[in-house]
């Protein structure tokens, strides 16, 4: 049976032909991730939520939402193991998939200076500077990011290799232990989702990725399995663990005083995952990272959660640590040059466009978009996920605006956040090549003016790579 329904008269055409081209192709030519019938988490499919939501919904149909305003009904539905501890450093919660989770701590207020020229107006609302002393103690020492909400799929089975190579666009034929991240693309190219990938077993991955991408990303796995007839059995196991992002230059100090494991270079090298024990409790460590510093992502089992967290607290504390949030890794990550799922990310976009050629490998065999993308490479691309910064201390913009090019629009803002270490305000946007060259003079408009932006070469913050591999 399929469905579909315009909200408004103009979406009607755009609507007709997504869905056709759904039925004909398997995947409509536009990223449709927000109308996927698949994107909702389980709790988001009961009458009682639907009936909260939709009124919601109802009331903010002609208003105009903040890009950073979470949801307001309903919440406090899901709560990781770790709310109470942010809620104690006053953490202002925001929504994901269900989740209550910090967008940043007020209690850190003070404990750097920053020097950015405050936010004012629309741009300071849902901001707080503490994003920014956040930012810089992570830099500076270590912080503590609630990861719980990620998406953790299980993939088990003879066929789970065969499925995960089918799916995915990295060599994910690696040795137990092995971390990789990798694209899903749809079969134009597209690029559907991200994820980070660990092969705990010959026989066994587990696949952690976005909130929201989490329920679609579940439903297409299990689709292609069916379709390839794949002996497998693909598990969602979100809610048994905890996840911990330790980041920052005092990372392994603080892991080191809490675990017997050798969590040095040589023994625990990036891009890997070992199972250590933290106080009492048996945690899957993977040694990557999402803001460009040393580190690890902690998986600990739910009900030991907060003992993890009490154990690498009083660890930390003397050296620096602190509770951080989802704003502040946000600032993090776009310093670094990491791409945001759903808004530098989507299906409108192929991975050269993206940047993203490093994690694609077409000599592995065949895999979904492989074929698309030896004519997107025959072909060459247009178009390029490009950084720019503002020219002018204080100018900000939040993403979706239009980039400028002598007056005309060549394209708009993926995403844009303060990049607190290098000192610029920075953004994202798909231009022609052309364009994207650094250097290059442009404008974002931002309410009515065009504030002066200039093509940058990226990553801004650590190109070489060196604090995350240290
Ligand atoms: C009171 C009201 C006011 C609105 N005001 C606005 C507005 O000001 N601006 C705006 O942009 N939008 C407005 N909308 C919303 C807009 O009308 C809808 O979003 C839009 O019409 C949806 O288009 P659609 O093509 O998806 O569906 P529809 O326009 O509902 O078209 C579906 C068609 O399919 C036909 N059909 C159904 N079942 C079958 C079947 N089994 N076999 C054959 N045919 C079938 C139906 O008869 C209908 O003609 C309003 C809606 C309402 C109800």
Redesign the pocket.
Known sequence: LWL???????H?GG??RAIAEWMTYGVAGLDMREADISRFHRHALTPGYIRARGAESYKNTHLIIHPSEPMARPRDLRRTPFYERYAAQQAVFIELGGFERAAWCDANAGIEEPDVPARTGWAAQYWSPVQAAEHLRTRAAAALFDMSPFTKLDVVGPDALALVQWVFTNQMDVPVGQVVYTLMLDFHGGMRSDMTVVRLAADRFRVLSGAGAGPRDLAWLRRQARARGCDVRIEEVTSAYGALGLWGPKARAILSAVTEADVSNAAFPYYTAREIVIGVAHCLALRVSYVGELGWEIYVPADLGLHVWDTLWAAGRPLGLIAAGAATMDSLRIEKGYRRLGFDLDANHNPFEAGMGHVVRLKKGAFIGRDALLQIREQGVARQLTCLTLDRPGDVVLGREPVLDDGRAVGFVTSANTGYSVGKHIAYAYLPIALAQPGRKLAIEYFGEALPATVAAEPLFDPAGERVRG
């Open positions: 579909a329904e315009a909200v408004w008269i103009t009607g609507v007709g």
